[in-house]
């Protein structure tokens, strides 16, 4: 079964940056694609960006292109999401998600808090 954890969450004022990991444990051989989702408080959880595991291709939702970098580190099994230009439209739960296919994520972590102050 896959684990993953997230950390580097945490409290950042409007225009300032913050840097996610998700570190991913067992059947890295298998995993396809690992993303980030995120959901505020009262909206339902929404797409951020995705990298194809191996290949390293990426993409990024519209309203965080251009801000956020998703990239991998294979040897430490590592994804991170670094978050530029942050607005208090970010603040929400950042979760990472690994899927086995190119249509599904097939396991979550638990999610870090992400907050931005105006």
């Known amino acids: 079964q896959v684990q993953l954890v997230e950390s580097g969450g945490g409290l950042v004022q409007a225009g300032g940056s913050l840097g996610l990991s998700c570190a991913v444990s067992?059947?890295?051989?298998?995993?396809?694609?690992v993303g980030w989702f995120r959901q505020a408080p009262g909206k339902r959880r929404e797409f951020v960006a995705r990298?194809?595991?191996?290949?390293?291709?990426?993409y990024y939702a519209e309203s965080v292109k251009g801000r956020f970098t998703i990239s991998r580190d294979n040897v430490k099994n590592t994804v991170y999401l670094q978050m530029n230009s942050l607005k208090p439209e970010d603040t929400a739960v950042y979760y990472c998600?690994?899927?086995?296919?190119?249509?599904?994520?097939?396991?979550w972590g638990q999610g870090t808090q992400v907050t931005v102050s105006s």
């Open positions: 067992e059947r890295t051989f298998s995993i396809y694609r």
């Open positions: 998600a690994a899927g086995f296919t190119i249509t599904t994520f097939d396991y």
């Open positions: 990298i194809h595991w191996s290949g390293g291709s990426t």
